[in-house]
């Protein structure tokens, strides 16, 4: 792994960080004093929440990849703390199996 890697681990944790920030706004642009949202139609209602789901998916991907790409970067010096349930975690599962 070259020393570029860490700039597109970083760059995954950037876009992870900006779409989860994008779509805390967008729920609270929609929120009215009282905390209740609204939404012009039950229709609209349903492609928003869609949307909102498929954006807080996307930033969850986004930040799990930027952290698991920074953490095998630098498994030498502190990656192995991240990195080392994720292996236990494969290892469940391949003994599971």
Known sequence: MGFGIGYLGV????VGVASALWRRKR??????????QRFPSYWAK?????KDGMLGFASL???????LILANRYE?????IILMPVYLYMLFIVIGS
């Open 11 to 14: 760059f995954f944790l950037a």
């Open 46 to 50: 349903l492609g928003i929440k869609a």
């Open 76 to 80: 030498d010096s502190w990656g192995w």
């Open 61 to 67: 991907i986004f930040l799990t990849a930027g952290i």
């Open 27 to 36: 729920i609270f642009d929609r929120t009215n004093l009282c905390g209740v």
